[in-house]
């Protein structure tokens, strides 16, 4: 039960995108299409923004997308707000367990 | 108005124990898998255990496994996770959430802080 890799931060201007990866193998990321993506502000629970790899919850805007290809995940951000500013984690269905990733903390410059 | 809302959390000695509750209103709980999510001080989250809608299907990670036992009464609309043999690295915001086996999804209740200390 290894956790999945994202990078600790990523940063872009507004208006900008930002791509965040997440990375796990065969077992968990490259075996399902079961990747959820959860938005996370300071001292508050998260929110899903992303499920089942590219799908979005009613009342998340379009500038979200998801995607995978192979055992690697991505959230794209596009046009970034000075919202989005915010903690990232991306999570994976594995069969008799669930993983997350250890989070990506996007600062909007 | 879906809501979840957990309780129990508190200070405890290393090896001690707690039961943490998770109340769920506003739907009808006895038919959704729920799940319980940790997050540690300053890290990310962590997948804790899940519970199938009528109990008979639980699975756990393996940092709590031997040592957290989750359960639910659908009569009462509360899920539980009874937390043993606790250890500091287990200090965490513990959040209850109601999903899918694939993981939680869109109902998160606001957090129950466990601190685990001499």
């Known amino acids: 039960q290894s956790a999945l890799t994202q990078p600790p931060s990523a940063s872009g201007s507004p208006g900008q995108s930002v791509t965040i990866s997440c990375t796990g193998t065969s077992s968990d990321i490259g075996g399902y299409d079961f990747v959820s993506w959860y938005q996370q502000y300071p001292g508050k629970a998260p929110k899903l923004i992303i499920y089942?790899?590219?799908k979005r919850p009613s009342g998340v805007p379009d500038r979200f997308s998801g995607s995978k290809s192979g055992n690697t995940a991505s959230l794209t951000v596009s046009g970034l707000q000075a919202e989005d500013e915010a903690d990232y984690h991306c999570c994976s269905y594995a069969g008799n367990y669930v993983v997350f990733g250890g989070g990506t903390k996007v600062t909007v410059l | 108005e879906v809501q979840l809302i957990e309780s129990g959390g508190g200070l405890v000695q290393p090896g001690g124990s707690l039961r943490l509750s998770c109340a769920a209103s506003?739907?009808?709980?006895?038919?959704?898998?729920m799940h319980w999510v940790r997050q540690a001080p300053g890290k990310g989250l962590e997948w804790v255990s899940r519970i199938n809608s009528d109990g008979t299907n639980i699975n756990y990670a393996d940092s709590v496994k031997g040592r957290f036992t989750v359960s639910r009464d659908n009569a009462r609309n509360t899920l539980y996770l009874q937390l043993n043999s606790l250890r500091v690295e287990d200090t965490a915001v513990y959040y209850c959430?109601?999903?899918?086996?694939?993981?939680?999804?869109?109902?998160w209740g606001q957090g129950t802080l466990v601190t685990v200390s001499p």
């Open positions: 506003g739907f009808t709980f006895s038919i959704y898998w």
């Open positions: 959430a109601r999903g899918t086996p694939a993981g939680a999804r869109r109902y």
């Open positions: 089942e790899v590219n």
